[in-house]
């Protein structure tokens, strides 16, 4: 499974951004898509993920009613949605898949995209 994160940028606080994450392989419909993100001297953390149907959606409460996750499968593609967006919001956002269930646990992970960068600046 390959995965390419895009949709990265500088963008100024209270601006908006829209993060895909296209896949490969031929059975992206059934994998739970996680967002995960490493800001510069912290560890990674779970920021939104998604079942295989788009039907179970978590996110940390820090971004709860600013960001939206969401799937279109015939795409194989995943978004993260983020408004409103603030200096703490400011990492590397990494998307990541797996084959069964939604955690919120990096570890569970086995595949990775290469993460794009997002900086929000005052």
């Known amino acids: 499974v390959q995965l390419q994160a895009s949709g990265g940028g500088l963008v100024q606080a209270g601006g908006s951004l829209r993060l895909s994450c296209a896949t490969s392989?031929?059975?992206?419909?059934?994998?739970?898509v996680g967002w995960f993100r490493q800001a510069p001297g912290k560890e990674r953390e779970f920021v939104a993920a998604?079942?295989?149907?788009?039907?179970?959606?978590y996110t940390i409460d820090s971004v709860k009613g600013r960001f939206t996750i969401s799937r279109d499968n015939a795409k194989k593609t995943v978004y993260l949605q983020m408004t409103s967006l603030k200096l703490e919001d400011t990492a590397v956002y990494y998307c990541?898949?797996?084959?069964?269930?939604?955690?919120?646990?990096?570890?569970?992970?086995?595949?990775w995209g290469q993460g794009t960068q997002v900086t929000v600046s005052s």
């Open positions: 990541a898949v797996r084959a069964t269930y939604v955690t919120m646990d990096s570890a569970t992970y086995p595949y």
């Open positions: 392989g031929p059975t992206f419909s059934s994998y739970a």
């Open positions: 998604i079942d295989w149907s788009g039907g179970r959606k």
